[in-house]
Nanobody
Framework: QVQLVESGGRLVQAGGSLRLSCVAS????????MGWFRQAPGKEREFVAA????????YYADSVKGRFTISRDNAKNTVTLQMNSLKPEDTAVYYC?????????????????WGQGTLVTVSS
């Protein structure tokens, strides 16, 4: 089972960009569907984006389509989330996650492994 460590969260102004990174330990990274979730203050955790391999499919929440891009580098065991045109409502703790299938990550929002989270604050 992989372990996940996120980085890159910080304070940014609305309209700005931010890149989150997640590094995974272990040699089985490429077998996982990798995703990002977020939890805003007082709200439930929600799905943001996911990527699978070897079929290069990506999935996005409607709220971030066209603004966020998820990508993975299996050679470096990393998954990144490029966030553009940020809005105050994007403020949340962002979690990297890994699951064995698209169903568990994208459909069920129940991946097997979670990172500790990184805080993104978007000021208006």
């Amino acid at each position: 089972q992989v372990q996940l460590v996120e980085s890159g969260g910080r304070l940014v102004q609305a309209g700005g960009s931010l890149r989150l990174s997640c590094v995974a330990s272990g040699r089985t990274f490429r077998t996982y569907v990798m995703g990002w979730f977020r939890q805003a203050p007082g709200k439930e955790r929600e799905f943001v984006a996911a990527t699978m391999w070897p079929v290069d499919n990506t999935y996005y929440a409607d709220s971030v389509k066209g603004r966020f891009t998820i990508s993975r580098d299996n050679a470096k065991n990393t998954v990144t989330l490029q966030m553009n045109s940020l809005k105050p409502e994007d403020t949340a703790v962002y979690y990297c996650a890994a699951g064995r299938s698209v169903r568990t990550v994208v459909a069920a929002h129940d991946p097997e492994v979670w990172g500790q989270g990184t805080l993104v604050t978007v000021s208006s």
